[in-house]
């Protein structure tokens, strides 16, 4: 994929973060990030772990939705980052608030 990003020149990347074989959509951010640092990517997660969804905002994921959020959720973050700002999917913020002791 990343072969082609120069060609393609996307605004945004929706990035799943668990992908069979090879190498994670962590550190598949990190690489779209370092050929096109202009891009937005949001990360896709199966589930609500905080290490991961932590660990692809520092890698510069502009957002993090949940694959299972209403296509109105994604839909949101598609727009927000596409306008420069970031997002959270407000179930993964509501679910890391509740797990906080």
Do not use: F, H
């Amino acid at each position: 994929m990343t072969a082609n990003l120069a060609r393609w020149t996307p605004d945004a990347i929706l990035q799943d973060l668990l992908l069979p074989g090879g190498i994670d959509g962590l550190e598949t951010t990190r690489r779209v990030l370092a050929q096109l640092p202009g891009v937005k990517v949001i990360a896709l997660a199966a589930s609500v772990d905080e290490a991961w969804m932590m660990g692809v905002l520092r890698a510069g994921a502009v957002g993090y939705v949940r694959k299972d959020a209403e296509p109105e959720i994604l839909l949101a973050a598609v727009r927000t980052v596409a306008r420069g700002k970031p997002c959270i999917d407000p179930g993964v913020s509501r679910q890391l608030v509740q797990a906080t002791p």
